[in-house]
């Protein structure tokens, strides 16, 4: 059974309990727009080159010596002999080193300036104003930048 409550005490009281909640959302919005260009220019530069020619210097030694065999070309020391025969008619057939080419390599440097085309590319950008135009972003040394 129900006791009645005494006039006496107070009632009990109800507190509401509210709750926040936060949502986060996100939105994206065009702050602004750039491009990008590249500008390719030709250059003449002029460049130094070192260029080697090799000549061969031949000296003709006569030797008219004759030789049972050929012999085969050889080096002495950085000279080719290359042996040159004629056979001569006589009572008998003899072989005479009739004279040797004496080859020599010389080489000869010389320098020179060559003019060569070299291609260069330059980024430039952009920003896009509010009246509709662009406008090349700089640096503080007036040099393009990128953002």
């Known amino acids: 059974m129900n006791k ?3 006039p006496s005490q107070p009632a009990p009281a109800v507190v509401p309990v ?3 909640s936060v949502v986060v959302q996100r ?51 950085d000279v080719l002999v290359v042996p040159v025969y004629e056979e001569v008619v006589t009572i008998s057939r003899q072989l ?7 080859v020599r390599l010389m080489n000869t440097t010389s320098s020179t300036v060559q003019a060569v085309d070299v291609r260069r590319e330059e980024a430039i950008v952009e920003r896009l104003q509010p009246d509709g135009s662009w406008v090349e972003v700089k640096d503080d040394q007036g040099n393009s930048e990128t953002p």
Do not use: D
């Open 96 to 102: 005479v080193l009739k004279e040797e080419l004496r």
């Open 27 to 77: 939105q994206v919005e065009t702050a602004g727009q750039l491009r990008v260009r590249i500008r390719a220019t030709t250059v003449t530069e002029q460049v130094p080159l070192e260029q080697v020619v090799q000549q061969a210097h031949v000296e003709r030694v006569a030797v008219g010596r004759p030789c049972a065999e050929r012999e085969p070309a050889r080096y002495e020391s």
């Open 18 to 20: 509210i709750a926040e």
């Open 4 to 6: 009645p409550v005494p």
